[in-house]
T-cell receptor, first 114, second 115 residues
Framework: GAGVSQSPSNKVTEKGKDVELRCDPISGHTALYWYRQSLGQGLEFLIYFQGNSAPDKSGLPSDRFSAERTGGSVSTLTIQRTQQEDSAVYLC????????????FGDGTRLSIL | AQKITQTQPGMFVQEKEAVTLDCTYDTSDPSYGLFWYKQPSSGEMIFLIYQGSYDQQNATEGRYSLNFQKARKSANLVISASQLGDSAMYFCAMRGNFGNEKLTFGTGTRLTIIP
């Protein structure tokens, strides 16, 4: 079946602009995660959605970052007033409710801030 | 807080040999899970193998096995009969208790298989 889909695959934008990154999880997966991968920081957790529960936002680096998940499916990560340090690959993953199941990752969005 | 440590930034292994990638962890959660992911140069994260903290037997998936030593807090990945296609970054990751399923990743090991 279809895997986790992320769009766009690449995004180049100017400092100070807002960007939206989209994630379409595997059908039926109730959990959705956003991570960031950068050279200096490795792989970092950003935010986690599980069903109708309040999201775990503990990994968001600043209030410029926000995410929502509509209808328990598609998620959008928004970065406002982008800074050069926001340049990274943003990875989305989804999993079934059983926490012993692996998280399946999308191919990521490579974000470059000029 | 959870922590994953991978002490081998890079490894070179001859094709067809076995290789062990090291991973140690630290957590205060009574229940946790350990994962290994492969990231080729193309960038996708590929799930390899999973070990639950209460599993009695070491996990195996084809050529991959996980050497889980709970008392030593280690979860090393063993790849048997390495192939050129095994060249990639390998990440060890941990999830915590129920309600704390986010993954904490190690810094990774870059494995290069030599023909």
């Amino acid at each position: 079946g279809a895997g986790v889909s992320q769009s766009p695959s690449n995004k180049v934008t100017e400092k100070g602009k807002d960007v939206e990154l989209r994630c379409d999880p595997i059908s039926g997966h109730t959990a959705l995660y956003w991570y960031r991968q950068s050279l200096g920081q490795g792989l970092e957790f950003l935010i986690y959605f599980q069903g109708n529960s309040a999201p775990d936002k503990s990994g968001l680096p600043s209030d410029r970052f926000s995410a929502e998940r509509t209808g328990g499916s598609v998620s959008t990560l928004t970065i406002q007033r982008t800074q050069q340090e926001d340049s990274a690959v943003y990875l989305c993953a989804s999993s079934s409710y059983d926490s012993d199941q692996p998280q399946h990752f999308g191919d990521g969005t490579r974000l470059s801030i000029l | 807080a959870q922590k994953i440590t991978q002490t081998q930034p890079g490894m070179f292994v001859q094709e067809k040999e076995a290789v062990t990638l090291d991973c140690t962890y630290d957590t205060s959660d009574p229940s946790y899970g350990l994962f290994w992911y492969k990231q080729p140069s193309s960038g996708e994260m590929i799930f390899l193998i999973y070990q639950g903290s209460y599993d009695q037997q070491n996990a195996t998936e084809g050529r991959y096995s996980l050497n889980f030593q709970k008392a030593r807090k280690s979860a090393n990945l063993v790849i048997s009969a390495s192939q050129l296609g095994d060249s990639a970054m390998y990440f060890c990751a941990m999830r915590g208790n129920f309600g704390n399923e986010k993954l904490t990743f190690g810094t990774g090991t870059r494995l290069t298989i030599i023909p």
